[in-house]
T-cell receptor, first 113, second 116 residues
Framework: DTGVSQDPRHKITKRGQNVTFRCDPI?????LYWYRQTLGQGPEFLTY????????KSRLLSDRFSAERPKGSFSTLEIQRTEQGDSAMYLC???????????FGPGTRLTVT | DQQVKQNSPSLSVQEGRISILNCDYT??????FLWYKKYPAEGPTFLIS?????DKNEDGRFTVFLNKSAKHLSLHIVPSQPGDSAVYFC???????????????FGKGTHLIIQP
């Protein structure tokens, strides 16, 4: 039984570059969520998908952030023109149809230099 | 404006004793509450949840209590073990009538330290 996986685990990039992160949810889960966590804070909800439909994206931090889940399986989160303030842990979670519990992956640590 | 508050940044408890972590919320629409445990450099691990139709839920050493009128919930761990040392996050959500939930709203966490 595999859990949520995220790739890469760590990413170091220079300011102004674009980055893309991947999340593979638990296989039978149809909902997928993205969060950001900064030091000393709890995870902050960004967006979520039910199958391939993005049902909430108003919480994305700026128009530099976008997410996709083209076939309702894995998802990608892209940040364009990265800024130093984007440095954070980016977490992905999934849940089953009707389930309230969300199961998190290990996260991708982004450092923008 | 923080809708979920954990007012104790840290808590130290002796091994074998009871650990009580507290959480307050302000949004009356929240009807599903969860506790997560987090180790450094890992994602949060789901511990236990409770629906607003209940006031208590128990799973092994973990019990969550919900007081809707006070908008307060607590997590009890008994007995506390060294492996319980971690950051604990309280989270809340609104459940849809057909099941499933929107994104979770988290508190800032409480760092629990279990002393031998």
């Amino acid at each position: 039984d595999t859990g949520v996986s995220q790739d890469p685990r760590h990413k170091i990039t220079k300011r102004g570059q674009n980055v893309t992160f991947r999340c593979d949810p638990i296989s039978e889960h149809n909902r997928l969520y993205w969060y950001r966590q900064t030091l000393g804070q709890g995870p902050e909800f960004l967006t979520y998908f039910q199958n391939e439909a993005q049902l909430e994206k108003s919480r994305l931090l700026s128009d530099r952030f976008s997410a996709e889940r083209p076939k309702g399986s894995f998802s990608t989160l892209e940040i364009q023109r990265t800024e130093q303030g984007d440095s954070a842990m980016y977490l992905c979670a999934s849940s089953s149809r009707g389930g309230g519990e969300q199961y998190f992956g290990p996260g991708t640590r982004l450092t923008v230099t | 404006d923080q809708q979920v508050k954990q007012n104790s940044p840290s808590l130290s408890v002796q091994e074998g004793r009871i650990s009580i972590l507290n959480c307050d919320y302000t949004n009356s629409m929240f009807d599903y509450f969860l506790w997560y445990k987090k180790y450094p450099a890992e994602g949060p691990t789901f511990l236990i949840s409770i629906s607003s139709i209940k006031d208590k839920n128990e799973d092994g050493r973990f019990t969550v209590f919900l007081n809707k009128s006070a908008k307060h919930l607590s997590l009890h761990i008994v007995p506390s073990q060294p492996g319980d040392s971690a950051v604990y996050f309280c989270a809340a959500s609104v459940m849809y009538s057909g099941g499933g939930a929107d994104g979770l709203t988290f508190g800032k966490g409480t760092h629990l330290i279990i002393q031998p």
